[in-house]
């Protein structure tokens, strides 16, 4: 199936400085990218669309500000946490769809970003 | 917006038993169904889908069921193994390609 890769996998970091988490689909294009937040134990919480070319769009109660989304190239969206605090610690994790591969509807998952704020 | 509910939010099982894992949704224009497996720190994977216009799907030991009018849909998984103990969540969403919405999940853990 289609690939899909997150960098970091793992990061540490400050309170109050910021994190990129990028997420890149390797063997296809993805005009759309999604991100998701996963807190111990808990589902996976929808927090952006990311748009190849505009704007993100956020889910209800998901901060713009805080959470940065880029999309500038069909490869490549990036998640900015900016002035993390230790909330912010989370399981980060994208994903793509990419038509011409897998089943139909299938989404392709980055493998996850652990983000500690100390 | 879409809300998925899922019970139980635990399972434990026998090895070799059967495992039923049900959702609800609350979208009526939701038309796709996915339902995925994760490992402790791991991506989830897709294990099995089932579209609007199916009732039923099955693939293996592992079966789906929809009930598109009482807008329920469940996992079935038969002659459990230890390697089935993950956490699966039933999601939802409008169109094969568009945002997915994740129910709550279920740990599942089989007893050898």
């Known amino acids: 199936g289609a690939v899909v890769s997150q960098h970091p996998s793992r990061v540490i970091c400050k309170s109050g400085t910021s994190v990129k988490i990028e997420c890149r689909s390797l063997?296809?294009?993805?005009?759309?990218m999604f991100w998701y937040r996963q807190f111990p134990k808990q589902s996976l919480m929808l927090m952006a669309t990311?748009?190849?070319?505009?704007?993100?769009?956020?889910e209800q109660g998901v901060e713009k500000d805080k959470f940065l989304i880029n999309h500038a190239s069909l490869t490549l969206s990036t998640l900015t946490v900016t002035s993390a605090h230790p909330e912010d610690s989370s399981f980060y994790i994208c994903s793509a769809f990419d038509p011409q591969q897998g089943r139909i509807g299938e989404a392709f998952f980055g493998q996850g970003t652990r983000l500690t704020v100390v | 917006g879409e809300n998925v509910e899922q019970h139980p939010s635990t399972l434990s099982v026998q090895e070799g038993d059967s495992a039923v894992i049900k959702c609800t949704y609350s979208d009526s224009a939701s038309n796709y169904f996915p339902w995925y497996k994760q490992e402790l720190g791991k991506r989830p994977q897709l294990i099995i889908d089932?579209?609007?216009?199916?009732g039923e799907k099955k693939d293996q030991r592992i079966a789906v069921t929809l009930n598109k009018t009482a807008k329920h849909f469940s996992l079935h998984i038969t002659e459990t193994q230890p390697e089935d103990s993950a956490v699966y969540f039933c999601?939802?969403?409008?169109?094969?390609?568009?945002?997915?919405?994740f129910g709550p999940g279920t740990s599942l853990s089989v007893i050898p």
């Open positions: 063997d296809f294009q993805a005009t759309t």
């Open positions: 999601a939802a969403s409008k169109t094969s390609y568009d945002k997915v919405i």
């Open positions: 089932i579209r609007s216009n199916v």
């Open positions: 990311s748009n190849e070319g505009s704007k993100a769009t956020y």
